[in-house]
């Protein structure tokens, strides 16, 4: 299966600061179809997973503008160009073009 | 917007099955492209389960080795998902997700299920 191998695991951000989480897949991501099936997920303390991001670098409805996925390949990027208190949590990068869907290890942010 | 509800017993025995199911709202179970059910142990990351394609093409992790099912009631408009012969390794918060093709894009609020020995 593939590996999904995050960077850093833990991140201290100060507020209003900018954030970058790395997500790297032991195999390309491309499918059949030309698409890249990546995505970046947020969970925050005690709730669900929320995905912000699909197919690498478009935005869910209802994601801040401040949140921003890019890569290709093997090396993938969630930035946050100015943090919030509510960016807290845990942040997880997951691949689906290749069987079985994999996570990575997840990338805990918190406030300095 | 799509809501996603997971239910069924918190508590299962050790050998026995663990049956969840997930109701939607805002969004047939039945017309959804691609539903799974993904789970997290405590305090640990994710790992996906299994999914059902719209078609009824399923897939399930390897790691289960067959005690897996998961299935659409279209009757209900549920999914369901079973797992047979649980042992404490599976005690997890479980999650559905879905509905649409690029994965997973709205998750229920899960349910803790712990297995008892």
């Known amino acids: 299966e593939v590996v999904m191998t995050q960077s850093p695991l833990s991140l201290s951000v100060t507020l209003g600061q900018p954030a970058s989480i790395s997500c790297r897949s032991s195999?390309?991501?491309?499918?059949?179809?030309?698409?890249?099936?990546l995505i970046w997920l947020h969970q925050r303390p005690g709730q669900s997973p929320r995905r912000l991001i699909y197919r690498v670098f478009n935005r869910d409805s209802g994601v801040p503008d401040r949140f921003s996925g890019s890569g290709s390949g093997t090396d993938f990027t969630l930035r946050i160009s100015r943090v919030e208190a509510e960016d807290v949590g845990v942040y997880y990068c997951?691949?689906?073009?290749?069987?079985?869907?994999?996570f990575g290890q997840g990338t805990k942010v918190e406030i300095k | 917007q799509v809501q996603l509800q997971e239910s069924g017993p918190g508590l299962v025995e050790a050998s026995e099955t663990l049956s969840l199911t997930c109701t939607a709202s805002?969004?047939?179970?039945?017309?959804?492209?691609?539903w799974g059910w993904i789970r997290q142990p405590p305090g640990m990351g994710l790992e996906w389960i299994g999914s059902i394609y719209q078609n009824g093409v399923v897939q399930y992790h390897p790691s289960l080795r067959g005690r897996a099912t998961i299935s659409v009631d279209r009757s209900k408009d549920q999914l369901s998902l079973n797992l047979y012969s649980v042992t404490g390794a599976d005690t997890a918060v479980y999650y559905c997700a879905g509905p649409g093709a690029s994965y997973f894009d709205f998750w229920g609020q899960g349910i803790l299920v712990t297995v008892s020995s």
């Open positions: 195999q390309g991501l491309v499918y059949s179809d030309g698409n890249m099936y």
């Open positions: 805002g969004h047939s179970i039945s017309s959804g492209y691609y």
């Open positions: 997951m691949q689906g073009t290749h069987w079985p869907p994999t």
